[in-house]
């Protein structure tokens, strides 16, 4: 529901939910800029579809590619200055979701809600690295907390 609230708002700035979850993640990686596929896996889309989508904000002058230093054959994605312009009026809206958002929440629910969504997180990250081995079904866990 976020993502389409924000839809909403940077609508005006022209750029599709897709263009600006790639420049979001661009942005993370401002200063060595990005590989293609490093970009792919990121945002969890094929390499075609991510260059399409480069394509389109290299067209309209969001990002550039350039060569690799070390390895001409690799191009680096770089955000443009109209590119941070456009991640700062996002960053702006971000801002302004948020106070919408949180409103009515104290603080140390916001630090509850917080600690939850990391141990969760962190569960996830350890089931994904882990060997198969199972730490329990869902019902287990919940049988647990009766």
């Not at 260059?51 to 990002?63: A, T």
């Not at 054959?73 to 801002?95: N, Q, W």
């Not at 809600?113 to 081995?133: F, P, T």
Request: hydrophobic share 40%; no cysteine.
């Amino acid at each position: 529901m976020r993502r389409t609230l924000f839809d909403q708002e940077v609508k005006q700035l022209g750029i599709t939910r897709a263009q600006w979850w790639a420049l979001a993640n661009l942005s993370r990686h401002e200063q060595e800029g990005m590989i293609q596929s490093d970009l792919a896996r990121l945002l969890d889309v094929g390499k075609v579809t991510v260059g399409g989508l480069i394509d389109r904000l290299e067209d309209s002058g969001h990002v550039v590619r350039q060569a690799d230093e070390h390895d001409r054959r690799i191009k680096r994605i770089f955000i443009t200055e109209l590119g941070d312009e456009v991640i700062e009026r996002m960053a702006e809206v971000g801002r302004k979701l948020n106070s919408v958002i949180m409103r009515g929440i104290t603080l140390d629910n916001i630090h509850i809600a917080e600690d939850v969504m990391q141990s969760m997180k962190d569960n996830l990250r350890a089931a994904l690295s882990s060997d198969g081995a199972d730490s329990g079904t869902s019902e287990d866990i919940l049988l647990e907390k009766e």
